[in-house]
């Protein structure tokens, strides 16, 4: 066992972080705040070979795992510069791809994702099921060789900048009972698939979604690998999205602890920088012990993600899930209350962040859900729900 990350990824890191620094969080906030997105910034992580860095290499990616695509993730978080994107796009759609897609769609896809090229959006939320996806109604029916989907999906991020969306649905065999997912690719210009902003408070480039589906026609290999892989396709997908939610969040608490860090040592009210007074300099040091340590579980569950054990990775990156959003919570509360009122001036760059790290808290599953998770799988306590 090691606790240092090889050459290489610490390498990853620094050419990340330095790209996305040179764009910075004024670049990052004045595009969110305009309704612009990050496309510059994601097109050169792109070209550079960060957003693919875990697509296999026969497939033009870096070959490398998810723990390497949480660092960029980190990175570019702790660089001020947030892609809600990257998320969703490489990690859990190039990852169900990669692992369960059909040749052609591993073709088609895979090379594009890693040159950061094509987006693709995930939408498994409905309004009525909402964290209980045994009720998930988004259901496809056979119609000779095409499959007709039908379903309404919300808060799916970024749909307006992707080619296209991973769908989660059921097949209409399997349409009650415990859930049986069938993932479909949906072309964002396919014929009965629409889509509407849903106004958010929340200083974002990349924008949430309604989705309409209705009577939307694909053909047969529009479905992702086969209607059998169920589950285990679907947790392909979640495992890296939890991963990578958490590397957001501690590249989130990172950046706010260090300008809350840098901040405390330069103001100075009363003869001796703020950061002498221990009401400052403990929530700090708080937060530097709490980032840590849900740093350190995001690369454990990333390490056994990459080592293909699924279900230890999915205790783990539940827990760093946790971890990362309670710390980056507090992290940019724990800063703003250090800077004082300008911890509220856009010039200070950290309000921006309030509803950024909130989110954490809620998608892609609540704070509730990881307790019962832990609560049910970790302890062996029995279910309330
Ligand atoms: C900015 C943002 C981006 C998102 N992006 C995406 C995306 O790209 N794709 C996508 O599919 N989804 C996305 N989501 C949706 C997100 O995953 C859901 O909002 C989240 O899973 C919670 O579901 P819900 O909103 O329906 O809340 P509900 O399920 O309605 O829950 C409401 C509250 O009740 C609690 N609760 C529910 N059940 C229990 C229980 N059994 N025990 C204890 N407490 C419980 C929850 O924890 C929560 O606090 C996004 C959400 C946001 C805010």
């Not at 009720?135 to 309404?152: F, M």
Request: net charge negative; with cysteine; proline share 4%.
């Amino acid at each position: 066992m090691t606790f240092t990350e090889s050459e290489e990824r610490q390498a990853l890191r620094k050419a990340a972080g330095d790209l996305a620094r040179r764009y910075g969080h004024e670049y990052y906030s004045k595009l969110a705040r305009s309704g612009g997105h990050t496309t510059e910034l994601w097109n050169e992580a792109g070209r550079l070979g960060y957003l693919g860095v875990a697509v296999p290499e026969e497939y033009g990616g870096g070959g490398a795992g998810i723990g390497d695509l949480a660092a960029v993730c980190e990175e570019f978080c702790a660089a001020g510069t947030p892609m809600l994107l990257m998320v969703v796009s490489p990690a859990i759609c190039a990852t169900v791809i990669a692992r369960f897609g059909k040749d052609e769609q591993k073709k088609h896809w895979l090379p594009r994702f890693a040159s950061g090229e094509a987006r693709m959006s995930f939408a498994i939320t409905e309004p009525d099921a909402g964290s209980n996806s045994h009720k998930l109604t988004t259901t496809a029916r056979k119609d000779g060789a095409d499959w007709i989907l039908n379903g309404r999906k919300v808060y799916i991020s970024g749909v307006d900048e992707a080619e296209a969306v991973l769908v989660v649905g059921r097949t209409e065999d399997a349409k009650t009972g415990k859930l049986k997912p069938a993932l479909f690719i949906v072309p964002t210009d396919t014929p009965g698939f629409e889509y509407k902003q849903i106004e958010m408070d929340l200083v974002s480039a990349d924008k949430q979604f309604q989705l309409f589906l209705d009577d939307v026609r694909l053909p047969a290999d529009a479905l992702v690998g086969s209607e059998d892989a169920a589950l285990a396709q679907l947790f392909a997908g979640l495992n890296p999205e939890r991963i990578m939610a958490a590397s957001f969040s501690v590249g989130l608490a990172r950046y706010a602890l260090e300008k809350g860090t840098a901040y405390a040592k330069e103001r100075s009210v009363w003869g001796t920088p703020i950061g002498a007074h221990q009401g400052l300099a403990h929530p700090l040091a708080t937060v530097k012990i709490e980032m840590e340590l849900a740093k350190l579980m995001t690369q454990k569950a990333a390490a056994l993600y990459d080592s293909g054990d699924d279900m230890g990775a999915g205790e783990a990156a539940n827990m760093a899930k946790y971890a990362g959003a309670e710390v980056a919570i507090k992290a940019v509360d724990t800063a703003i209350q250090v800077h004082g009122g300008n911890g509220l001036a856009t010039e200070y760059g950290l309000g921006t962040l309030l509803g950024a790290v909130r989110v954490g808290r809620i998608a892609p599953v609540s704070r509730e859900m990881v307790l019962n998770f832990v609560a049910q799988h970790s302890l062996g306590l029995p279910k309330s729900y």
